[in-house]
Structures are given as C-alpha cells and as structure tokens.
C-alpha cells in the first residue's frame, strides 16, 4: 500500500520517533562527513550524500563489547550483556544499497549459532530505506542485480516526489504497524510524482559466469594482476555493507576489562597468520583473491546469494585505484 | 551436540585449573574443572572438537579438547606459549580461574573405527588431537583391532606427554613407535631416529582394514601423506586436523576459511580426500 508523506510531516514523523524515546538512526553530518548516526532532531538528516561507511553499523558496531570480567581476590566473575543495550531504533534514509546487505548479515549471524547482539537490534529495528536520484561513477548496484529503487531488505521504502515530500510504501508488519501508528501524517498517493530514480552507468554482469569461473580458478596467473595493486589497508572491509569479519579480543587489565568484537578485513596480513609462522595468505593477492571469492563464490555457495550490493564504496575509496565492479566484469568475461 | 543454550554465545564458562602439568619448557597442559556443577555434568564433548580458552584481560585461545570424552569430570588443554593468550594462561597457577568457551567443530567419527586398526602419526605439539583420540580408543580397547602409534619430535625434550607414552610402551595392546629427529637422539634415548615418514615407512602397518590419523606440523603432513599411499592407505581412510586461525568458533567472524570450507564449522577434523579437495590455504 502506497501513501504519500509530505516534507514537513516527515520532519514530524522523525521528531515524534525521537520522543518517544526510539533511537532514530540516520544518515547525518559528523565532521564533514555523512554517517548513519543517531538523531537529535530531525533537521539533522542528510538525504541527498552517500553516506561514508554503510548502514550495517547500526547492527553490528565497529567496535561491540560482549562480555565483561572482574577479578577480586581468586574470584573471577562474568557480566552477561544488558538487553537494555539494544534500543528500539528506526533506521531511516538507508541506501537500497545498504537495505540489501542486511539480509546478507542475516543469514550470517544466524545460521546454526545465533549471534544476538546482531539478531537483537535487527529485531528492535525498523528499516526506512530511500530511493536513490543520484549515482556517481562508482554505484554499481544494477552490475549486481540491485537498483535505485530496490526494495530488500527494508521495512519502508521512501521515494522523493517532485515539488517534495515522498511516496511510501511499507513492505513488511514492522513497515506497516509504522505507518499505521502515524496514520495521520500519511495521505493518498494520489497525484504526486517520484522524482526519475538514478541511472548508474554499468551493465549487469552476469554473475553465473562469474561464479563458474570462479568455481575452478583458484588457481590462476591473472590473480597475480588482478591483486597486485592491493596495499592490504583494508578500507573496503571497513566501508563494506556486507563485509562482516570480526576479532575478538580483550580490553583491560586482569582484574577487570570487557571482551569485544572488533570489525576485521581478510586483506590484512595478520588475519591468517599462525603461530608457527606459517601463513596460509602470506600474499597480498591471495589475501585479495579471497575477498572476491567470498563475495562472489564462497558465500553463493553457503547461502546462495553474493556479498555484494554495488554501493561502491570500496571503489571511492581505494587508496590503490582498485575497481572491484570492473574486475568483476572482466571476470566474467574470461 | 552445539551447546545453543548460552543466549550470548560469547560468554564463556568458568573453570579452575585444577592441575598444571609441563610437557617440554614451552608446551603446559592445564587440567581444568567448570565451576558450575550443572555445566560440569552437561559438558560433553567428542574427540576432535576444540574450545576457545581465555586469559581475561588477554584474550581468547584455540585449542584442541585434549583429554578424552571418557574421562568424566575435568577437560585438558596443551599449548605451546607462543603469545599473548598463551603467555597469560601460563601465568595462571592451580586454583585461578580461566575461562572456555565450547566445544566446537566435527570430531572423529569414532563409531566408524569400531572393529578396524588403528594407525595414529603425531608429530611434536600435535599429539593433543590425537591423544584424545587414543585414549577414548584405549578406553574401548576391546572394540578395535591393533593400535599402532608413531610419535616423533625434534628431541626427546620436544615431546609430549612424556609419561603416557611410557605407559603406552609398556602395554602389550599397542604399539608405539616414537622417534627423534636425527641429531636430537641423547645417550638414554631407546626409540628411533630420524624423521617421521621415514619411520612410519619402516614401521610399515598394514593398510588392510585399518584407519590413519596424521596431525602433525604442515611440512610432516606433507611427507606423510605419500607414504601412507604407498603403504596401501585409501585418502578416506586418513583423517587429519586443520589448525586455520579461529576466533569466533562459531561460523560468524570469517577468519577459519578455506576455500568454501569453515574450519570451524566443518572441520577441524578432515580425511585426506576432502584436505585435497581443498585450495592450498591451509
Ligand atoms: C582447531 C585448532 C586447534 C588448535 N589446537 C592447539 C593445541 O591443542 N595446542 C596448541 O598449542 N595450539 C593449538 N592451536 C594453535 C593455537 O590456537 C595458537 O597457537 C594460539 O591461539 C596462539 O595464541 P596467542 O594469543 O598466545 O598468540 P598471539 O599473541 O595472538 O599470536 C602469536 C602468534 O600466533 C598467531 N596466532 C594467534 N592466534 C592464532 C590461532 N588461533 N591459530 C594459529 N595462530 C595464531 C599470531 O598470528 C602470531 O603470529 C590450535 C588452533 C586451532 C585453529
Ligand atoms: S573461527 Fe570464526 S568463522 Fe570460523
């Protein structure tokens, strides 16, 4: 169902969200650069920039204590975490880009083990995505099978209209009950139209192919070319919607301190290195090789999908120029 | 057999070590007991899976369960200090507290071995996964047929559970064959020398209705594996341990891959045929 929501009864549905104690996650100014970042009143939302990092943050932090320890005497104990720490949050202005990977996380933080610091807030969050109108040259949503306009993995999906304000259409119980309780500041779409949705300038490739060759060249010379640019900063994981590998690790002294998840990147060369010595990944390529088999190959194999949405960010901000829309076309065409 | 029960499957329980035994200089075996009476009767565990193991304040460990699952009311882990974990746990004196997440991963299909010979080939501080094995084995003797067991190290300082294979030397239902590297021989040494493959090939088991277990340093596994083929041994009749890095244990932080294969998930143990199915990234 389709309703129309007007600029200024947006600001008001925002402001009311925020009152009533919800925690309101949106794309925001920090320093002069957009995060999604929690509101404190709704004239602070940034709609028209991409922002930075992307919105998986808001389930999986960078940086998430998971335990904490004390140590009197001989006796040590362990705090379990508060569930008071997962507020209620709506997650608004979310990229389709974004809104897509967060199915991808899903199925990661749940299958077999269930990791509820993710499975928590994604519970306690409702996702208010936002149609792109414009792409720069790095977007490459439609490459993977994604689009301006794409509706996954969001509860709510904004469309800005011509002379303002949007068209929304809830897509799930958590969209809809939303919608339904702000049922006032909602009217019929009727008459008002969406601004021409953005266009971004890549074909689709064909993932089948990709995946194929994938398949039986892990073994291969042109890794060596395809990789070789890599500095192992591990930007891209870091700016990745879908990029989700942690470390564990402790904070403190022995006699109290917390244990965290910290994000992680497979790029770096610490990330495979055992004790020994020995280093499966010893080499950048091969660090990097696994990067693109994992999005394209490992995690199609587990959960039949690709860990990619085309948001581009990596490519923004490669120190070394890396393309990973175009080495996956190129892939795709060997 | 996954404890799902923990809502966060971070927590760790808690454990006293009970007992502090050294193996070499740099290798500690920590006898542990869960605090916890309930998880102390709860805890159960197959030969093969691991734990992660943690120094608070420095962090988590992985390694091998390396007692056996038919010895009730404490678990064993031996490590080699390497680190920062390793280094704090070491610190730990009886009666501290640490803490053990787990168990983890696959383990030997054990019901499988029931009625075959038994082949186990360890190399210096890879005996763990396999002593666990052995033992769970030795405690249902009558069910399989001969155990052979070969055990190599640098030196006869390098080796593990010095006492146990003492007593596996003494029993007459096994026979172990233990080796030091060429040079690594002292005066009193009453076993082999020379490296591992060598002596498994001139001890010479037979292939016929028997099963292998090769855990050992990356350069021995290598080694290893040709002569076991030439001994006769099919690659679904070996059966390894993969030691990728870990951190979660859970599937989740992406660090135990390879290829496609989780480590933790799918292994840590493997035969032969699936290791060579495998990428070379382990
Ligand atoms: C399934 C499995 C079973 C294992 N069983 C045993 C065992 O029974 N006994 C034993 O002594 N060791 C075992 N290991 C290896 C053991 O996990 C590492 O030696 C240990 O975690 C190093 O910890 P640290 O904090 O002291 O070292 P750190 O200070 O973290 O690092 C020291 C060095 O070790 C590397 N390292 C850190 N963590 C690991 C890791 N998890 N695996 C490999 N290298 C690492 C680092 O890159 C660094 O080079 C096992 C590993 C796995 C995956
Ligand atoms: S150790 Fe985390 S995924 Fe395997």
Known sequence: MQKYLSQENFSTLLEKLIASGKRVVAPKLNAGTVLYEPLKNPAEIVIDRMPRRSGKEAFFPICEEIISYGKEGQKVTVTDIDPARFPETVLVGVRPCDAAAIPMLDAVFSWDYRDEFFLERRKKTTVVGMACTEADDACFCTAVGLSPGDPKGGDILLTQVEGGGYLCRAQSEKGEALVAAHAALFSEPDGHKSLPLAEPQTEKIDLQKVKKWLDTNFEHPDWDSIATRCVGCGACAFVCPACHCFDIVDEGTEKSGTRRKNWDACGFWKFTHHASGHNPRDLQPKRYRNRIMHKFKYYDDKFGQRLCTGCGRCIRLCPAGIDIAAIVEDISKK | ?282
């Open chain 2, 1 to 282: 057999m996954c404890d799902h029960t923990n809502k966060n499957i971070y927590l760790p329980y808690l454990a006293t070590v009970e007992e502090i035994i050294d193996e070499t200089p740099d290798v500690r075996t920590l006898r542990l007991v869960f605090q916890d009476e309930k998880v102390r009767d709860s805890f159960n565990f197959r030969a093969g899976q691991f734990c992660e193991y943690s120094a608070f304040g420095a962090g988590e460990s992985t390694f091998c369960i390396a007692s056996s699952p038919t010895r009730k009311g404490y678990i064993e882990c031996c490590f080699r200090s390497v680190g920062r974990v390793t280094e704090a746990l070491r610190r730990l004196e009886a009666g501290e507290t640490m803490g053990v997440r787990g168990p983890y991963g696959n383990s030997f299909p054990i019901e499988d071995f029931f009625g075959k010979n038994l082949v186990f080939v360890a190399g210096g501080i890879a005996l763990p996964p396999l002593r666990t094995l052995i033992w769970n084995c030795l405690d249902l003797r009558d069910k399989f047929g001969e155990i052979t067991i070969v055990y190599g190290a640098r030196t006869e300082a390098d080796m593990v559970y010095k006492r146990e294979l003492k007593e596996w030397q003494e029993r007459n239902d096994v026979r172990l064959v233990k080796t030091v590297d060429p040079g690594g021989n002292g005066s009193e040494w009453d076993g082999k020398v020379g490296f591992v493959p060598t002596v498994l090939e001139e001890t010479a088991p037979l292939a016929d209705n028997t099963i292998a277990f090769v855990c050992g340093p990356p350069i021995m596994i290598k080694f290893t594996l040709p002569v076991l083929e030439k001994l006769g041994f099919s690659d679904g009749k070996v059966y390894t341990t993969l030691e990728n890095r870990m951190k979660c244990g859970l599937g989740k932080c992406g660090r135990c891959n390879v290829g496609n294969v989780y480590v933790c998930k799918d292994g840590p143990v493997f035969t032969a045929e699936q290791v060579k199915r495998m990428p070379m990234e382990f």
